[in-house]
């Protein structure tokens, strides 16, 4: 059985992600958070170069996943943290794998490397041109990968949400920050409802996001996989998203409608600094490529899977 190493195992994608490999490879977690006392995750911080060679050097993975990084903007305004935890964790990833010839990585980046400026939907050959410090740093890594001497895949996500009910795995942060839980948990409880910004050019004066299922997204990994391990595919970059823009109303009337709770109040408030109008993808690539296609990105399915996991949550704490 091949063996997959998974950086940022115990964060939110990486969990889902393990869970969703766990019996068609051999599994392995890296994070500096250990959540469960599966001997296959290894406490670590990718910085400790040493530490984090003596474990590639025990598992010799035939593929890297790293998916480990700092993704939270909200709250916090030390730029170096992203430095440190992006930049400096990818280079000492690369940077071991070619020491022990590992060749193959799959590196989680994201659309906030585009150009938000860009009305179309984005495509891999779209303007890059990050406005935060998480997308500055995400392009670097990028950047990183492409000039090391190692087989890489670049998925740049767009917004990941939901749960796999079957799995019994989801979105989990502490605190949480992210539109669609907090959406989900502000309206089951019958609480007011903040929206930053009401005047983007939209139809509706609210921003438009394109939310891409966990589900679909642990389905490219899966596929990128076998490609990767039969040589099919190498040194490419694909965007992974729905390809449907929704606003931040839009989302919220459709939990309303499928939680079936009129109780609310929508509070609006100055736009967040680096939020743009819109941001939804094309993939055209992953399809091609992968004959990937984001099935279960509706949001009908997207709405009932979180509003289940969150029911069997009920103590997570989120930033209001």
């Not at 889902?16 to 469960?36: M, T």
């Not at 071991?96 to 938000?116: C, E, H, P, R, W």
Request: with cysteine.
């Amino acid at each position: 059985m091949k063996k997959i190493l998974i950086t940022g195992a115990s964060g939110y994608i990486g969990s889902c992600l393990f869970a969703y490999l766990n019996k068609k490879y051999e599994v392995y977690g890296l994070d500096k958070i250990k959540k469960n006392n599966d001997n296959r995750y290894f406490k670590i911080d990718l910085i400790n170069l040493k530490k984090t060679n003596k474990i590639l050097k025990k598992i010799k993975p035939e593929i890297i996943i790293h998916l480990a990084g700092q993704s939270t903007i909200d709250g916090i305004k030390n730029t170096r943290i992203y430095k440190k935890n992006n930049e400096m964790a990818t280079s000492n990833i690369v940077r071991l794998m070619q020491i022990n010839k590992i060749k193959n990585i799959i590196f989680s980046s994201t659309a906030a490397v585009y150009d938000g400026r860009n009305r179309n939907n984005l495509n891999e050959k779209s303007k890059l041109c990050p406005n935060n410090i998480y997308g500055i740093t995400k392009l670097k890594c990028e950047n990183i990968i492409k000039k090391s001497k190692v087989n890489y895949i670049i998925f740049r996500f767009f917004n990941v949400c939901s749960s796999i009910p079957f799995l019994k795995v989801g979105e989990l942060h502490e605190p949480e920050t992210h539109l669609i839980p907090l959406a989900v948990n502000k309206i089951l409880a019958n609480k007011n409802i903040k929206i930053y910004g009401n005047n983007f050019q939209t139809k509706d004066g609210t921003c438009i996001r394109d939310y891409i299922h966990i589900q679909d997204l642990c389905i490219a990994f899966e596929k990128t996989i076998k490609k990767i391990l039969s040589k099919e595919i190498s040194k490419k970059i694909i965007n992974l998203g729905s390809g449907k823009g929704h606003t931040t109303l839009e989302i919220i009337n459709k939990i309303i409608i499928i939680a079936k709770k009129y109780k609310y109040k929508i509070i609006f408030a100055k736009r967040r600094v680096g939020d743009v109008a819109k941001l939804v993808c094309s993939y055209n690539k992953a399809n091609i490529l992968l004959k990937w296609k984001p099935r279960n990105s509706n949001l009908t399915k997207i709405i009932q899977d979180e509003i289940g996991w969150q029911k069997k949550n009920l103590k997570r704490k989120f930033i209001y």
